[in-house]
């Protein structure tokens, strides 16, 4: 799924890598680091970061380090408001769908919120009931994806989710607390993935895995199935899921 055509520049291509990477240092990071990092000469780094800083993409802090400048906040800003879906994200959730045969759906977190992409309906002859149209995701703290997303957010973008949503117990599986949802999210993290065993609908269950780009949460995948089902399979429809996504 990770295929692409026509013609690369490199000196563009690197310039990306370095942005991406440095996206996921929030001290940011000195000239050498760089050069380290994305396996370049010294002044080879200096010019490229030049340009960066030039066009507003990178910029020094007070420490002299680099960092994300203020032209990164406009292109952030205008994909989190973005109600489109790229071509590779969907080539992903149709893969998912064609592999299990069951339904799928991807959120991520947008401008304030987290928020379903988009989501296919599976070709079994038993389905689950529909799912939430693209727009605002409620009750994550039951959901395999909201587990996910949860999980893979900073600390203060989890509180602010859950201190803003009711924490609902919406069947018997839900989980009952936030000490407890905490404790479910440490294992995600570690494992991996999430599970959703009856805790948003009864008689559907859920597994769901985050699509990273250089360690950092793109979107989060989900594959819903009636529980009969999903009691059978829920190992095969987890491997399926990693593999699809490690693919991306």
């Known amino acids: 799924m990770n295929e692409s055509s026509g013609t690369r520049i490199q000196s563009v291509a690197r310039a990306a890598r370095l942005l ?40 020094k802090d007070a420490a002299r380090r680099y960092i994300l400048g203020d032209a990164v906040a406009v292109l952030a800003q205008a994909y989190l408001r973005t109600t489109t879906v790229s071509e590779r994200l969907a080539g992903l959730l149709k893969e998912l769908a064609t592999r299990t045969r069951e339904t799928v759906y991807m959120a991520d977190w947008g401008a304030d919120d987290i928020r379903v992409l988009g989501s296919l309906e599976g070709s079994q002859m038993v389905r689950v009931g529909e799912i939430d149209a ?15 997303l949860l999980a893979y957010a900073s600390p203060e973008i989890r509180d602010r ?19 407890e949802l905490d404790k479910e999210l440490t294992a995600v993290r570690r494992r991996g993935f999430a599970y959703d065993n009856e805790e948003f609908l009864p008689g559907v269950s859920c597994v769901a895995a985050p699509l990273l780009r250089n360690g950092a949460l793109v979107a989060s995948f989900a594959i819903l199935v009636p529980t009969d089902r999903f009691k059978k399979s829920r190992t095969a429809l987890k491997d399926a899921l990693l593999e699809v996504l490690a693919e991306g």
């Open 161 to 179: 989710y859950l201190e803003n949503h009711q924490f609902r117990q919406l069947t018997p599986h839900t989980v009952p607390s936030r000490a």
């Open 20 to 59: 991406v990477w440095l996206a996921g240092r929030p001290d940011g990071a000195a000239v050498r680091e760089i050069a380290a990092s994305q396996e370049l000469s010294l002044p080879t780094a200096y010019h490229m970061i030049n340009t960066l800083v030039d066009e507003g993409l990178l910029a």
């Open 134 to 148: 693209p727009g605002p995701y409620e009750n994550a703290h039951a959901r395999a994806n909201g587990k996910v």
